[in-house]
């Protein structure tokens, strides 16, 4: 997502870099090279132009400081500027109400009922809600079934009636789930190939009767420029609060999410990064210009993380870094934490600099890390505290214990080491970057 106009952007700014200050005449190739980057990402052209204009204008109007170098401050211009082609500020979802009525719209193969299921999962584990999900698409087939087995596999109830009207169904919904203390229901309707007066009319008649505190279009993100045209004909019929947009983890150039705010006034309020049940994430517009400019999101990493390891974890953690009694035992803890957080190449294309790194095309086999933990459960209690004991003997014992070779055992206490080494440094603030 979004790494060729990453690049593209990178390469224009360098154009400038070492200058001695703005000009038109030096920013005129940079300014050519971001108007392709936009347009080959399939940013709509109206846009493209009045993004360019824009950069354009302020960067000839600053006085740059001496203490500033024109690239620096050129890229905080770019910055800025996809800032708010972005939206702005991020757009929070409504929390107030009790229940909280969210109802799902869109296109059929949008990824609406996996959505749904996505959705109820981050309000349950980010914001420790009960949510209801409500089975309203009563024309695809096993569109309710979908709903269901996804409400099964997340432990989440599944409130469905059949085929009977949608009206009734949501009427009767939002009855069980005072009953039942839900305090956030999602309805799932029903989607078509595209819109037409039968769709929307069966929409209105639900927002009428239940007047949703959110009504979110979920959008296909590889569909381009035509989005803007499905977004603007929900919006004209059912007033949206945001949308979300999916699929933006595949090979989507992504220049949908750079005009969707900006020609319908309609914020993106969550993206799909993966196909698991835990791939929807808020989306942040400073974070996303940040990841556009490869300055990585380090706020996302911290979230994640801070979802699977307490800050009294991370405390005891440093002591230890520090003490240099950080053992096996520790690095297996934080290896299990880890595959909690999801795919680790996902991670690693947030960071500062990935795309300069080649972080963003690393593929991790989840076998490898299978195999360093059936190596670590191989040692004894002893052996992970205290891995300087591991001679020949032990090693072999090991390897055919975890049915791995010696050489991937001394791999792994060799790469640990190093590790433990480098945390040291790093936790007592003498650590230095490597170029």
């Known amino acids: 997502m979004f790494e060729y106009m990453g690049d593209r952007l ?124 409500v089975a309203c698409d009563i024309y695809r087939p096993a569109a309710i079934d979908q709903l269901q087995d996804i409400g ?15 009206t009734k169904i949501v009427s009767e919904a939002i009855d069980y789930a005072k009953e039942n203390k839900h305090d956030y229901i999602i309805i799932d309707t029903a989607g078509r190939l595209q819109i037409d007066e039968v769709l929307m009319q069966e929409l209105k008649d639900i927002v009428s009767l239940i007047h949703p505190h959110e009504t979110l279009l979920v959008v296909d993100a590889m569909m381009g420029q035509d989005a803007i045209n499905v977004i603007t004909g929900f919006n004209e019929a059912l007033s949206l ?3 979300i947009l999916t699929k933006l983890d595949g090979n989507t150039k992504g220049g949908v999410a750079l005009s969707i705010r900006h020609l319908t006034n309609v914020p993106i309020k969550f993206v799909g990064n993966s196909e698991k049940l835990d791939g929807l994430t808020e989306f942040y517009p400073q974070r996303m210009a940040d ?20 800050e009294e974890d991370a405390k005891d953690q440093m002591k230890k870094m520090r003490k240099g009694n950080y053992d096996l035992n520790d690095f297996l803890t934080n290896l299990k934490q880890i595959k909690k957080l999801g795919p680790l190449e996902n991670i690693l294309k947030m960071m500062p600099g990935a795309r300069k790194m080649g972080l963003n095309n690393i593929n991790i086999d989840p076998k490898d890390m ?45 790469q640990f080491d190093q590790m433990k080494k480098m945390m040291k440094q790093i936790s007592s603030g003498n650590f230095k970057m490597p170029f």
């Open 10 to 133: 990178s390469k224009a700014i360098k154009n400038i870099r070492g200058m001695g200050r703005i000009t038109e005449e030096n920013i005129t190739d940079a300014m050519r090279e971001i108007r392709m980057a936009l347009l080959e990402a399939d940013v709509n052209y109206q846009v493209v132009k009045e993004f360019v204009n824009n950069v354009k204008q302020k960067a000839l109007g600053i006085d740059v400081a001496k203490s500033l170098k024109p690239d620096e401050v050129f890229i905080k211009i770019v910055r800025d500027e996809l800032i708010t082609l972005l939206g702005g500020e991020h757009a929070d979802l409504e929390t107030k109400k009790n229940p909280t009525i969210l109802m799902l719209v869109g296109l059929q193969g949008s990824g609406k009922t996996t959505t749904a299921g996505k959705l109820a999962n981050f309000l349950r584990k980010k914001e420790h809600k009960n949510p209801l999900l």
């Open 152 to 166: 099964k596999s997340l432990n989440i109830p599944v409130f469905t009636k059949g085929k009977i009207a949608p």
């Open 241 to 243: 609060t945001g949308t």
């Open 291 to 310: 990841r556009i400019l490869d300055m990585g999101d380090i706020l996302s990493i911290a979230e994640k993380v801070g979802d699977v390891i307490s």
């Open 370 to 414: 299978a195999h360093i933990e059936a190596i670590i459960l191989s040692m004894t209690p002893l052996e992970r505290r205290k891995p300087e004991i591991l001679k020949a003997s032990r090693k072999q014992r090991i390897a055919k214990g975890s049915g791995r070779s010696v050489e991937e055992v001394n791999r792994l206490i060799n």
